[in-house]
């Protein structure tokens, strides 16, 4: 019998991917600036399953949005690797010392700040000579706000958790 964290966590790849390319076709001003809608999934899956399972939640997901976007041997597939690594370790770490003291909103506020600050890092090393401390700013708002909407959608799914099977531990 297979392991149900192994089944729960293969929906949750499932559903993330699904997300990241839906997300993939949304419009953007700037490069960087994606809602993340996968990411929802990714805060329930810190809150659920800690750093571990998130980090390979993350790893499948980017990989399997860049095979199906076809941005899987470009800068943009770097950018996206680095922004998921970082934003789990952030946010595993302040889950694993805050535990109840930050709410979701705010541990998906600090992954996708820290995603994004991860990506401009990235892109600073592939892209020498970029002036991109001209939209660190810009880019820290854009964070906050869609980390923002992106924690309450995630906050509403584990609040709905008990209808859900794949979500039903993560309301305790």
């Known amino acids: 019998m297979p392991d149900k964290s192994n089944r729960d966590l293969t929906l949750l790849i499932l ?12 419009p953007r001003p700037l490069p960087f600036m994606k809602i993340g809608f996968a990411n929802i999934v990714a805060v329930i899956a ?6 571990l399972k998130t980090l390979e939640l993350n790893l499948f997901r980017v990989f399997a949005v860049a095979l199906i976007t076809g941005l899987l ?17 952030v946010m595993s770490t302040l889950r694993f010392f ?33 002036p991109l401390q001209n939209i660190v ?3 820290t708002l854009w964070g906050i706000v869609s980390g923002a909407a992106v924690g309450f959608l995630a906050q509403e799914a584990i609040r709905k958790g008990s209808k859900f099977e794949v979500l039903r531990k993560v309301r305790g």
Do not use: E
Not at 15 to 26: E, K, N, Q, R
Not at 73 to 89: D, E, K, M, N, Q
Not at 100 to 119: F, K
């Open 137 to 139: 700013l810009l880019l």
């Open 73 to 89: 041997v470009t800068p943009s597939f770097l950018l996206s690797i680095s922004g998921a690594v970082f934003s789990t370790v």
């Open 46 to 51: 810190v809150v659920k399953y800690g750093f």
């Open 98 to 130: 805050l535990r109840d003291g930050l709410s979701t909103i705010g541990l998906s506020i600090a992954g996708a700040v820290s995603s994004l600050w991860a990506q401009i890092f990235v892109a600073g090393l592939i892209l020498s000579g970029l």
């Open 15 to 26: 559903a993330a991917t699904a997300l990241g390319v839906l997300d993939s076709f949304i």
